[in-house]
């Protein structure tokens, strides 16, 4: 499955924190490294088993965590509605 982000959500990114936010919601988000990743390798479309044999490339020595992790940041991404499900 793909998703895409939500172009209503802007990021800033300030003393090593990231913060995912809209004004229309008023909704704010603060990122981990994992949930960072997953977003800006969605925004540029990436599918999340892409997303899931790229991080398992890179760190092999995680591997066994990869999958969950990357789950787990859509998971809590698409409930916020800062990733949308991409029905293309």
Do not use: H
């Given at each position: 499955m793909?998703?895409?982000?939500?172009p209503e959500f802007k990021v800033e990114e300030f003393d090593n924190e990231i913060l995912l936010y809209t004004v229309s919601n008023a909704t704010g988000i603060y990122l981990n490294q994992t949930a960072y990743l997953v977003w800006k390798m969605c925004e540029s479309g990436t599918s999340i088993e892409e997303i899931i044999t790229f991080l398992e490339k890179e760190y092999p020595e995680q591997r066994n965590e990869i999958r969950k992790d990357v789950l787990t940041a859509v998971t809590s991404l698409a409930a916020s509605d800062a990733l949308l499900k991409d029905n293309a």
């Amino acid at each position: 499955m793909n998703y895409r982000v939500n172009p209503e959500f802007k990021v800033e990114e300030f003393d090593n924190e990231i913060l995912l936010y809209t004004v229309s919601n008023a909704t704010g988000i603060y990122l981990n490294q994992t949930a960072y990743l997953v977003w800006k390798m969605c925004e540029s479309g990436t599918s999340i088993e892409e997303i899931i044999t790229f991080l398992e490339k890179e760190y092999p020595e995680q591997r066994n965590e990869i999958r969950k992790d990357v789950l787990t940041a859509v998971t809590s991404l698409a409930a916020s509605d800062a990733l949308l499900k991409d029905n293309a």
